[in-house]
Each structure stands twice: as structure tokens, then as C-alpha cells.
């Protein structure tokens, strides 16, 4: 980002791409061009690209992990990140890849979306076991409550990444209420050198107010709210917008 807040600090902003992906695949045909609407938001600004391949391939397909990775590679600084449940078919596919960041997610296949974060005090050893699996990058999903730190540190991710669907559904009523949770685990997070990361139903309403409250966030992926800003501005303001509310200017 150029000009006049270039030079405050900004959370990266990552663009989840799976919505074009299932507008893609709703007709049996390329449009719109994925690779297209990737380059797009690069060029744009954006500091990397999100996709969550599924198994039953109905929005980011395994095929095009492997195409986004290899257009991401142009982008000097630019990072992949590749959002998925840790079964041995997404294992084998991050190793094949090597995606800047991998975050792992604990929803079933047939989930419309992610909706949970993980529980580390029950999944302790199975995350244990698949994170040094990765030839990349590290983060979890988790909910904003999560409170043993010590269980985190043994399980070692680099970075954890915030459910954040009660803080957009709260937001509107009590934005105090909506970031408290938050708040506690950046604070937990603070000196353990796990980065945070942040993620779902993020928008141009409750963006910023995130990104000034929180200034350790690292990165926050969006999805669905930026392609539904996308149809109403087009790309290249919605871009626009998203960058903006991503700066720090306290």
C-alpha cells in the first residue's frame, strides 16, 4: 500500500478466494477464471491469497492449490495460505505444494464452513502428531475463549488464527463485549511467540475497529463479505476499501 499510510503498520490482508471458486463451479466452466480474479486482488494490493479446498471439490478444487501456488510465486512477498481439516489427503497435498501457511481447521468435510475452532485440550496429541507434518508455515483455528496456553505451546503452531463469527455477530450491540474475548487471548499470546492471525465473517463494518483494538494481529483472511462487496463496488474499490481498514494508525 502506497501514499499518505504507507508507513503505519498494517495486519496483512488475506483474500479468501473459495466464493468465486463456487461461482465458477456452478456452471461446469471457467468463468470467472480463477487465476484471473487471484492475479487480480495481487496486483491490487492484497498480501496473499486464502482457499480451503474440500473434499467434495464444490468450491477450491486440489487442482487449483497447485495452479494459485504456482501464480503466488510470482509475487515476491506475497504469501498462499491453504485452510483445511489435517486428514491424510490434505497432508499429502501441503506437502506437495508448500504453501507459505497452512492453517488447520477442525470441521468435518461435509461443514458449509468453518464454524468451530479446536479443542486443544481433547486434540492435544492428534495436533501434536500433524503439525511437524508441514513443510511450511503453522497456524490453528481456534475460538477466542481458549485459555492453557501451556497446552498451546505444546502442540507448537507458529501463529493461532481467531474464530471471529461471535465477535461480527456481537459487534453491532457491544463492540466492548465483541473484542473482550479477543483481547485475553491476544494478551495470553503476547510474549509466547505465537502470532495471531484472524478470520471469518470479517467486513468493512467491523474491520477496523479489530485491527486498531488488536495491534499484534499479523493477518486476517476474508472471504465471503469481500466477494458481496465485490458485486455491489467491483474489485478494485472493494480492494481498495479492505487495505484501508486493515491499517493500524494508532
Not at 488475506?14 to 487471484?38: D, M, Q
Not at 494490493?45 to 487449483?64: C, F, Q, S
Not at 481467531?162 to 463485549?177: D, H
Request: net charge neutral; proline share 6%; hydrophobic share 35%.
Amino acid at each position: 500500500m502506497t501514499g499518505i499510510l504507507s508507513h503505519y503498520k498494517m495486519a496483512k490482508l488475506s483474500i479468501n478466494i473459495n466464493k468465486f471458486a463456487l461461482i465458477r463451479n456452478s456452471r461446469g466452466e471457467n468463468k470467472p477464471n480463477l487465476l484471473t480474479i487471484a492475479r487480480q486482488c495481487l496486483d491490487l494490493g492484497a498480501d496473499g491469497l486464502t482457499v480451503h479446498p474440500r473434499p467434495d471439490g464444490r468450491h477450491i478444487r486440489y487442482k487449483d492449490v497447485f495452479e494459485l501456488k504456482k501464480l503466488v510465486q510470482d509475487y515476491p512477498g506475497k504469501e498462499f495460505n491453504v485452510e483445511g481439516y489435517p486428514s491424510n489427503d490434505f497432508i499429502k497435498l501441503i506437502q506437495a505444494t508448500k504453501p507459505d501457511q497452512v492453517t488447520l481447521v477442525p470441521d468435518p468435510p461435509e461443514a458449509l464452513t468453518s464454524s468451530f475452532g479446536w479443542d486443544i485440550i481433547n486434540e492435544k496429541e492428534f495436533l501434536k502428531d500433524v503439525v511437524p507434518q508441514f513443510p511450511c508455515r503453522t497456524s490453528i483455528f481456534l475460538n477466542p475463549g481458549m485459555t492453557d496456553l501451556d497446552t498451546l505451546k505444546d502442540i507448537n503452531p507458529s501463529r493461532v488464527e481467531i474464530y471471529t463469527y461471535a465477535y461480527a455477530k456481537q459487534f453491532p450491540t457491544s463492540k466492548k463485549g465483541a473484542i473482550s474475548p479477543i483481547l485475553d487471548l491476544a494478551s495470553q499470546l503476547k510474549n509466547s511467540g505465537i502470532h495471531l492471525n484472524a478470520g471469518h465473517d470479517l467486513d468493512l463494518n467491523n474491520l477496523s475497529f479489530l485491527v486498531q483494538n488488536v495491534p499484534t494481529l499479523t493477518e486476517v483472511s476474508i472471504g465471503h463479505a469481500f466477494v458481496t462487496d465485490c458485486i455491489q463496488q467491483g474489485i478494485t474499490a472493494t480492494l481498495k476499501e479492505y487495505l484501508k481498514n486493515c491499517v493500524l494508525t494508532k
